[in-house]
């Protein structure tokens, strides 16, 4: 038994670093995340981006699948909006690579985690639900959620300037921090049943 071993046993914490170390060492996905808004140019490429940058800090980027989608097809193809690339960039998150794309029935067999950014996307959502489908589908912000019932939308910063990219920003790091550990927690109440 090495030290950091036994000091970590001492402490009481090795059963978790065992926990996290299966986690890392094995190559079995353990969710998948699919983020949705309207256009898939602002908000959802936002969310997938901070994520997609947390998981991979976690060392699961090879357990987690992380995708976007819009409600709309306005944007199919294009890149995330300037401003949110710019927001992004500056709090050291890339979104350039991604490409706007359509939410489709199908997605509700490839993701596990359907989050919609506002109530009218989650209707939207709700209304092609299959029956069969077991996944949690909510608002990404209920998350993160303070229990008051204060606004669960994530605001679109569209029509409006550099500013609400920041706030989106402001809010999708807690959701998204909350979004891993919600993960981290039912993978680790799963391997222990």
Avoid at 20 to 29: A, D, G, N, V
């Amino acid at each position: 038994m090495s030290l950091h071993d036994r000091a970590a046993g001492e402490r009481g914490v090795s059963p978790m670093l065992n926990w996290m170390k299966s986690l890392i060492t094995s190559r079995e996905p353990i969710a998948s995340v699919l983020f949705v808004c309207t256009g898939n140019i602002c908000r959802s490429p936002t969310a997938e981006g901070v994520f997609r940058s947390m998981v991979k800090q976690e060392g699961l980027a090879d357990r987690i699948a992380i995708d976007s989608a819009g409600t709309h097809d306005h944007q199919l193809g294009q890149r995330p909006d300037p401003r949110a690339l710019a927001a992004a960039r500056r709090r050291g998150y890339e979104l350039g690579k991604l490409r706007a794309r359509l939410v489709e029935p199908e997605d509700f067999k490839r993701f596990d985690w359907i989050l919609a950014m506002d109530r009218r996307h989650l209707e939207y959502l709700e209304s092609m639900r299959p029956a069969d489908y077991r996944g949690h589908l909510g608002l990404f912000l209920d998350l993160a959620g303070d229990g008051n019932g204060s606004d669960r939308d994530m605001p679109d910063p569209y029509y409006g300037d550099p500013g609400d990219f920041e706030r989106v920003l402001d809010l999708t790091i807690p959701a998204a921090r909350a979004l891993l550990k919600a993960i981290v927690e039912r993978g680790k109440a799963r391997s222990s049943a």
